[in-house]
């Protein structure tokens, strides 16, 4: 392609204008005839240009000046004060309010110079340029396949920039129906941490054999989405040649990767939030195969509930049982009655991201582990969300309602009850989310344990102790 990128140095500009009909495209130099042609044009536009000055000191008139516009083309003006002055081989050519424009025999013939070297220069370029534009479309071929060398390279680079920089490993690929991902993470979810968070990552295992199906339970904001989503995009990863956010990984390959998440509508296609989730589910069952990989995020959240869980108890079956489909799959999902189907599915296996329960407070762990979870935890979630507390204290009532019997001895709904609220009393202990516990967490900040004496940790030890038990009057 050495002569294609010759071919356009010699005669294209540096910087070409966006019209290539209006000249201004072809480099001096490359074409005789255009620097001639470009020549004219040039000196015609000088001596106008000093016609200005000799017409001025030829009649005597200090406002006399020349002018262009593409209706009389160049014409000489003069202000009617100065009119008497005009020569006799000025030929009236426009009468305006204030003025009256002129012309000679020798402007209008310097006039036909310049304009008609000015419109065969943008014909002659134009055809320059098409003649360069023709050439290097003969070689598009080469230049098309050197993009595509190009374009690869530019993708090796950075696939390998980015395994360096962010401790990525290489997978292991093969035929076989085994997905084994060692402390596996979100290539996208661990680079928008905050400062000083890190990721926590986790395992998957997935096979046809045993480990068929992950249901997956647990709390909002736990981090079940990104734990499905971390392994598509591993497995995506590896099979298209990347190394992946793992410390190792055994990638059997799949034909398809089929993901039902989130949760939207079609308001142009006049279909509901749950008739779009059908059809996505529809489309998942009729053509995954054993090979396949599903992420499914939640199924059935757009009806009722009972209607939400049959569905979902009828896919995972399905999943199960149907020797074509069986497809390896994770399901995240709020229906803990799911986890019952590990008892009567020999290849569904229950998983849940791990939570630490303080008090009516929970702690993310954001680590998934074997075994299902009993608790949505919802409430104490809105309430770290910001809901006022009593929305809060009421959630918790008609929970505990829901919890019991639906009606009471005289038939009235339970959900509508309201129970006698305890007076809250002062807790005299550590509260994970208590006032004490900023303070317990800055004074322990401050400790710089490496200088720090004996004698001087038991006094530290003591205001602590004198902190939490309320005694510290500097708050």
Request: charged residues 25%; proline residues 4%; hydrophobic residues 40%.
């Amino acid at each position: 392609l050495e002569e294609v990128a010759q071919r356009i140095e010699q005669a294209i500009v540096d910087d070409p204008p966006l019209a290539i009909t209006e000249g201004g495209i072809i480099k001096e130099g490359y074409n005789a005839a255009l620097d001639e042609l470009r020549q004219i044009a040039f000196s015609g536009k000088n001596w106008i240009a000093n016609l200005q000055a000799v017409e001025r000191e030829r009649t005597g008139i200090p406002s006399l000046k020349v002018g262009y516009n593409k209706v009389f083309g160049y014409y000489i003006e003069v202000t009617k004060p100065h009119l008497a002055k005009v020569p006799q081989d000025f030929i009236r050519k426009q009468t305006l309010v204030n003025a009256e424009r002129f012309i000679t025999p020798e402007l209008k013939e310097y006039e036909e110079k310049i304009l008609g070297a000015e419109e065969k220069m943008a014909s002659l370029e134009y055809e320059l340029f098409d003649e360069v534009r023709q050439f290097v479309v003969s070689h598009a071929e080469a230049i098309q396949k050197n993009a595509h060398l190009i374009a690869q390279l530019d993708i090796f680079a950075a696939l390998a920039e980015v395994a360096v920089t962010n401790n990525y490993h290489k997978p292991e690929v093969s035929d076989s129906d085994r997905i084994v991902i060692e402390e596996g993470r979100h290539p996208v979810v661990e680079k928008l941490l905050p400062l000083g968070e890190s990721f926590v990552p986790n395992d998957t295992t997935l096979d046809n054999q045993q480990n068929q199906i992950m249901v997956i339970t647990g709390p909002n904001m736990a981090g079940k989405s990104t734990y499905i989503r971390q392994v598509g995009l591993i497995v995506l990863l590896a099979q298209m040649g990347s190394f992946v956010p793992a410390r190792s990984a055994k990638i059997g390959i799949v034909d398809r990767i089929f993901t039902r998440v989130g949760a939207s509508d079609n308001l142009a296609g006049g279909e509901s939030t749950f008739l779009v989730e059908m059809n996505e589910m529809a489309n998942i069952l009729n053509n995954a195969s054993s090979n396949s990989l599903i992420l499914l995020d939640e199924i059935g959240r757009g009806t009722s509930t009972f209607d939400g869980l049959s569905i979902a108890w009828a896919v995972v079956e399905f999943l199960h049982n149907n020797h074509r489909v069986a497809a390896k799959t994770l399901f995240a999902t709020h229906y803990h009655e799911l986890t019952e189907l590990e008892l009567v599915l020999p290849r569904v296996k229950n998983y849940n991201v791990a939570i630490k329960e303080w008090g009516d407070r929970i702690v993310f762990l954001r680590k998934v582990t074997r075994g299902g979870c009993d608790h949505s935890y919802g409430i104490q979630v809105a309430r770290l969300a910001g809901l006022p507390n009593e929305v809060i204290e009421r959630a918790k009532e008609v929970l505990a309602n829901l919890e019991s019997e639906a009606l009471t001895p005289s038939r009235v709904p339970k959900l509508a009850l309201h129970r006698k609220r305890k007076k809250r009393v002062p807790v005299q202990q550590l509260d994970f989310f208590a006032k004490q516990e900023a303070r317990l967490a800055e004074e322990l900040q401050k400790l710089d344990i490496n200088n720090l004496t004996p004698l001087q940790a038991l006094t530290k030890i003591n205001e602590l102790k004198k902190l939490l038990d309320g005694k510290d009057r500097t708050q």
